[in-house]
């Protein structure tokens, strides 16, 4: 019997996926803020859609009394690219060729191959029909609002924070949907409180611009490694009828806790955006579109494999992961590590459409 393996460190710790379908105001941060270690979280997937409830005696006219629907998800779909990522032009050759069609940039992961590491990208489909253009612009000025503001008139927006090399500078990709005639506007939301007395007029500026349809969050890039130079920026579809509101919750000590929380605003329509510290404490900035009656769910599993840790193998045994799950409407949302034991927490939207989903 072969030796079950856990992921290995190098592999996890090169996942960096966003949460909702996409950052740069796609719908928030890299997951729940790190956290101390926990006890691991039920490895359970996510709760079936609940059956029509019982509508007891009264009417049975559907105008009146219209029976529940099952919940709609989004499926994923995840395959492994064949091209040495950390060759640039290999990298943007691959994702524009017509094996990687309909697919975004999703991951990066290296691999221990004799002699040396080579990376691998994992692309993500979502809309079988879909059709993509890609871009690639420097790491450094990918999260500046002016960046966002000119990609998102072009309909481009980033597929995913992960960051490709090219000659030895960062890349980040933005990506285009050419069968949906969407664009994306940003808007400077200013800088995030620091301390309990600037909380209200801050949630008083965000829900206003919420009003508005902006509800993707994203964070600029400091300047000059100064933190406090970092603001909000806040993203909408063009045209859009979303019309959403925001609330900063204290953020709860373990991971268990937060994977609780996320359920519990999850199931009125709320979802994680950003980790605001707030006068030495976290507070999570949770968002909410009130034109729709969706819902999110988090859950977590463990990462197991009987293959070489950082071989190709290991990688395949990931992308089983990533498609079971996909399969369900989820997608990885963050990573975290308990005894020596590798976890991960997923995602899934309900009847959600736009940048929160």
């Not at 979802?271 to 988090?298: N, P």
């Amino acid at each position: 019997m072969k030796e079950v393996r856990r992921l290995s460190p190098i592999m996890l710790g090169a996942l960096v996926i966003l949460t909702a379908c996409g950052g740069g105001g796609g719908g928030g941060g890299g997951g729940f803020p790190m956290l101390p270690a926990a006890p691991p979280p039920s490895a359970a997937g996510p709760a079936p859609a609940p059956a029509p409830s019982d509508p007891g005696p009264g009417p049975t006219d559907p105008e009146t009394n219209p029976p529940e629907r099952p919940m709609v998800t989004t499926p994923y779909s995840f395959k492994l690219g064949s091209a040495n990522s950390l060759d640039f032009n290999a990298l943007m050759a691959e994702l524009q060729s017509p094996e990687v069609a309909g697919h975004l940039l999703d991951t990066l992961i290296p691999l221990r191959l004799s002699p040396s590491i080579e990376v691998r990208s994992v692309y993500r489909s979502q809309e079988p029909s879909a059709t993509y253009l890609h871009r690639a612009v420097s790491t450094q000025d990918a999260y500046t609002l002016a960046t966002l503001q000119v990609q998102g008139a072009d309909g481009y927006r980033i597929a995913a924070n992960t960051m490709a090399v090219d000659q030895g500078s960062f890349k980040t990709i933005f990506s285009k949907n050419t069968s949906q005639d969407v664009r994306y506007e940003f808007i400077d939301a200013g800088k995030l409180p620091q301390t309990r007395a600037e909380v209200a007029g801050f949630l008083e500026s965000v829900n206003r611009l919420g009003q508005q349809g902006y509800c993707g969050t994203s964070m600029t890039s400091p300047q000059n490694g100064n933190l406090a130079s970092i603001t909000l920026v806040l993203g909408r579809e063009k045209p859009t009828t979303a019309r959403c509101s925001f609330e900063l919750l204290p953020v709860t000590p373990t991971y268990a806790s937060s994977i609780a929380q996320g359920n519990e605003k999850g199931a009125n329509g709320s979802k994680f955006g950003v980790a605001v510290g707030i006068d030495g404490t976290t507070q999570g900035l949770f968002v909410r579109d009130d034109s729709q009656k969706s819902t999110f769910k988090y859950y977590a599993t463990e990462y197991m494999s009987t293959a070489e840790a950082g071989s190709i193998e290991q990688a395949r045994d990931l992308l089983k992961i990533l498609n079971r799950e996909g399969a369900l409407g989820s997608r990885a949302f963050q990573q975290y590590q308990e005894n020596n034991r590798y976890y991960m927490i997923f995602t899934t939207s309900y009847d959600c459409k736009g940048l929160l989903c």
